[in-house]
């Protein structure tokens, strides 16, 4: 059974990184600065702080999104309403705590691999000397949308080719060779 990595995608950096940006939002309405408020500049986004939270805030969402989207129970009801099983765990609830048990192990590595993501404009920023925003255009969420179409489209066109190749259901059933 195939479980992804980071479930979540780009959602817990959106959600994060809106969260991050309200205390700006409400100092502009009051007419403040960041430079104003000392409360203020710890959300500024080359501040550590402001890049701590980020990082925590997308571990977080990343386990939110990811219980919202994936249900190890219907996971379970459906392997076991197709007749299968995972070897040395009972069907039903053992399942679906064994699945839920597994999908967390694999949620933290990914969670952390898309804080470090997110934050990699501010490493560059930080630790090579360039500006934000040519940063920013090597890295972060821009790199994981262009990274995610890439394969979405590689996965596309590999379906379609499948797809003009295969013999059809009343013939022989099978996908002839590329070759032939």
């Known amino acids: 059974m195939p479980l992804k990595i980071n479930t979540a995608g780009v959602i817990p950096i959106i959600f994060a990184q ?10 502009t ?5 960041a430079t104003q408020s000392n409360f203020i500049s710890l959300f500024a986004m080359d501040h ?12 977080f969402f990343t386990y939110f999104y990811t219980a919202l989207q994936f249900d190890p129970n219907q996971v379970s009801s459906t392997l076991k309403q197709q007749g299968g099983f995972i070897p040395g765990v009972k069907p039903g609830k ?4 064994f699945i ?4 967390t192990r694999v949620t ?21 000397g360039l500006d934000y925003a040519y940063a920013s255009f090597f890295g972060g969420t821009s790199l994981l949308i ?28 099978k996908v002839r060779s590329r070759r032939g």
């Not at 809106?18 to 100092?27: C, D, H, K, V």
């Not at 309405?29 to 600065?33: C, I, R, V």
């Open 94 to 97: 053992k399942t679906a705590e």
């Open 100 to 103: 839920e048990n597994i999908l």
């Open 48 to 59: 550590w702080f402001s890049n701590t939270m980020f990082a925590l805030l997308i571990i």
């Open 18 to 27: 809106s969260i991050i940006l309200i205390p700006g939002t409400i100092a």
């Open 29 to 33: 309405f009051f007419g403040q600065d």
């Open 108 to 128: 933290l590595p990914g969670a952390c691999f898309l804080g470090f993501i997110a934050l990699m404009p501010y490493f560059l920023q930080q630790f090579a």
């Open 146 to 173: 262009v990274v995610g179409v890439g394969l979405d489209t590689l996965s596309q066109i590999e379906s379609h080719l499948l797809s003009r190749h295969y013999d059809g259901f009343l013939t022989k059933g």
